[in-house]
């Protein structure tokens, strides 16, 4: 495949941290919706909001505000509760992704058990399709839950990268390289199963290329490290910065010229 032919890859930001340093003090300052026009200005392809079951970041109005005002497709990342499906049909997000959700983790810290949940899961998935959201499993990259996602509907699949991100931070390069492996061998399975697939979590400048490079993966959703880098470098250019190193990965200059 030459560099010309591969398919794009989608960047989403992940402004949930904008709304944490937010309601560190109340009020209005700083506002995931002008976060996120900006990111899209800067290349982002869409913007991605969980709304937590304790609201400890992104808000009721959040998610109303941003799917009013949006120039491009929100993600719209949900607990798969009863609460949350509400909402979710009330808004009618572009996608909605479902991730595990307990109250005590840091972040969404594992996929979610598609094959554990899958009666629950199939109701789901199939309101928010009724309303006309695309759905997306937030998984492990494991073929059985892949199987069983395509098994219940799901439109996508977004591949866990933390774990992989955890051993880049422990300088682990063989189990890295093992856990690339399982990835890149799950984004297959999933491709070949006729799901989209995407992949996210814990991705910086340093472990996002590998990502890039995987023809299957057509979009990564990225967030705390973004938001982080704003406070140094503002948030266009570390938008702008993400865009360009997934670019060089995915279709390397000396490529280019060739193709
Ligand atoms: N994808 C999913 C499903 C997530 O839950 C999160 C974190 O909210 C992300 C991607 C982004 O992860 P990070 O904030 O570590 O970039």
Same mark, same amino acid.
């Given at each position: 495949?030459?560099?010309?032919?591969?398919?794009?890859?989608?960047?989403?930001?992940? !402004?949930?941290?904008?709304?944490?340093?937010?309601?560190?003090?109340?009020?209005?300052?700083?506002?995931?919706?002008?976060?996120?026009?900006?990111?899209?200005?800067?290349?982002?392809?869409?913007? &991605?909001?969980?709304?937590?079951?304790?609201?400890?970041?992104?808000?009721?109005?959040?998610?109303?505000?941003?799917?009013?005002?949006? &120039?491009?497709?929100?993600?719209?990342?949900?607990?798969?509760?009863?609460?949350?499906?509400?909402?979710?049909?009330?808004?009618?997000?572009?996608?909605?992704?479902?991730?595990?959700?307990?109250?005590?983790?840091?972040? &969404?810290?594992?996929?979610?058990?598609?094959?554990?949940?899958?009666?629950?899961?199939?109701?789901?998935?199939?309101?928010?399709?009724?309303?006309?959201?695309?759905?997306?499993?937030?998984?492990?990259?494991?073929?059985?839950?892949?199987?069983?996602?395509?098994?219940?509907?799901?439109?996508?699949?977004?591949?866990?990268?933390?774990?992989?991100?955890?051993?880049?931070?422990?300088?682990?390069?063989?189990?890295?390289?093992?856990?690339?492996?399982?990835?890149?061998?799950?984004?297959?399975?999933?491709?070949?199963?006729?799901?989209?697939?995407?992949?996210?979590?814990?991705?910086?400048? &340093?472990?996002?290329?590998?990502?890039?490079? !995987?023809?299957?993966?057509?979009?990564?959703?990225?967030?705390?490290?973004?938001?982080?880098?704003?406070?140094?470098?503002?948030?266009?250019?570390?938008?702008?910065?993400?865009?360009?190193?997934?670019?060089?990965?995915?279709?390397?200059?000396?490529?280019?010229?060739?193709?």
């Amino acid at each position: 495949m030459s560099a010309g032919q591969r398919p794009r890859q989608r960047l989403g930001v992940n !402004i949930d941290h904008v709304a944490t340093i937010r309601n560190a003090r109340g009020g209005a300052h700083p506002d995931p919706l002008r976060a996120a026009h900006i990111a899209i200005d800067a290349g982002a392809d869409g913007i &991605t909001a969980h709304l937590r079951e304790d609201r400890r970041h992104i808000s009721d109005k959040d998610i109303a505000n941003l799917k009013e005002q949006l &120039t491009r497709p929100l993600n719209f990342e949900m607990a798969a509760t009863d609460e949350m499906l509400a909402i979710a049909c009330s808004h009618v997000p572009h996608a909605c992704c479902l991730v595990p959700e307990r109250r005590e983790e840091r972040t &969404t810290e594992g996929g979610l058990d598609v094959r554990v949940g899958q009666n629950h899961l199939t109701r789901c998935v199939s309101e928010l399709k009724n309303v006309g959201s695309r759905v997306s499993m937030f998984i492990e990259p494991d073929l059985a839950q892949i199987d069983a996602s395509h098994r219940i509907g799901a439109d996508v699949v977004e591949l866990h990268t933390g774990h992989y991100c955890e051993l880049a931070l422990a300088n682990d390069a063989a189990a890295m390289q093992q856990e690339l492996d399982r990835i890149i061998a799950a984004s297959k399975h999933a491709h070949a199963a006729g799901l989209e697939v995407h992949a996210g979590h814990g991705l910086t400048y &340093t472990t996002v290329p590998v990502f890039a490079d !995987i023809d299957e993966v057509v979009e990564l959703n990225i967030g705390h490290f973004l938001i982080g880098e704003a406070i140094f470098s503002g948030l266009s250019p570390a938008v702008r910065q993400m865009r360009q190193v997934m670019d060089e990965a995915r279709y390397p200059t000396h490529l280019r010229r060739s193709a």
